[in-house]
């Protein structure tokens, strides 16, 4: 069987990671946590980001997650650590994962990174991609999660701002970047219109995709099919905004949602 996969993330954005695992690992149950009364984790210094993050991973651990994957990048970055500290279960961060795979397709040993403000100042994927032997140009996007949470993903607006962050980055050729690391959990959702945008010589890495397949990797080579496919969200905020949210993130309707407090 399987084991009970705890995801945590700071909002909706998580469930483009759960998305993504339940592609591979369709029969495990899954405990999904989004923090969504302190969202946006992505402007928030490390301080607040670890406290919110090691309450929420504890709350995951105690509902019976056997395993967890941190699906938030800012809360990868900022407080994996103080993540691992706060509980007694295997913790899966998604920066480690995206910048192994942006490792093994970049041929000219550079890529870039598109990410919340917070992940980039931390310089989490610069640092992760160095002890690979890859450099990074970083660029925070700010803007992308308001838009997309809005449902702006195909609009003229996003398309703009789209453009001024990557013509930034790849006006000067990124320095030889061959690959683009999407670096924040709600950007798969714009991925079609970052594609048009990008050079077509530079391959995207979605960092969700990345991390499930870590996931996949990390199963005991004779996990049987369970029985699973259980999904429980629990969420710091409006029920009902998170199942209208959500929906378009997870790519189809969710109905097992309870509001929590970690701050009792
Ligand atoms: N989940 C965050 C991330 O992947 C984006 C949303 C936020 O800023 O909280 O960085």
Redo the contacts with the bound molecule.
């Keep these: 069987m399987p084991p009970t996969i705890g995801v945590f993330?700071?909002?909706f954005?998580?469930l483009t990671v759960l998305r993504e695992l339940l592609k591979v690992l369709p029969d495990a149950d899954y405990l999904y946590f989004g923090d969504t009364a302190h969202?946006?984790?992505?402007?928030k210094s490390v301080r607040t980001v670890a406290k919110y993050a090691t309450a929420s991973a504890s709350f995951l651990e105690d509902q019976g997650a056997e395993m967890l994957v941190v699906?938030?990048?800012?809360a990868s970055a900022l407080a994996l650590d103080d993540i691992c500290r706060a509980v007694t279960i295997p913790v899966i961060g998604v920066i480690e994962p995206g910048a192994q795979t942006a490792k093994e397709i970049s041929k000219t040993g550079k890529v870039a990174v598109i990410?919340?403000e917070a992940?980039i100042s931390s310089h989490a994927y610069e640092k992760a991609l160095r002890r690979l032997g890859v450099s990074a140009i970083e660029k925070a996007c700010p803007l992308f999660?308001p838009l997309i949470e809005e449902g702006w993903v195909e609009h003229p607006v996003t398309e703009q701002v789209a453009h001024i962050y990557l013509d930034d980055i790849f006006s000067n050729n990124a320095q030889g970047a061959d690959v683009l690391v999407l670096a924040?959990?709600?950007y798969p959702l714009i991925r079609p219109l970052l594609r048009r945008l990008t050079p077509p010589a530079v391959q995207i890495v979605d960092s969700a995709e990345s991390i499930a397949a870590k996931v996949l990797e990390l199963m005991p080579p004779d996990t049987a099919a369970g029985d699973g496919g259980l999904l429980r969200c629990f969420t710091t905020d409006s029920v009902e905004k998170f199942r209208k949210l959500g929906g378009p993130f997870l790519g189809r309707p969710i109905q097992d949602i309870e509001l929590i407090d970690i701050e009792k």
């Design positions: 993330d700071s909002g954005g998580g969202l946006p984790y992505g402007a699906a938030c990048n800012t990410a919340t992940t999660v924040c959990t709600h």
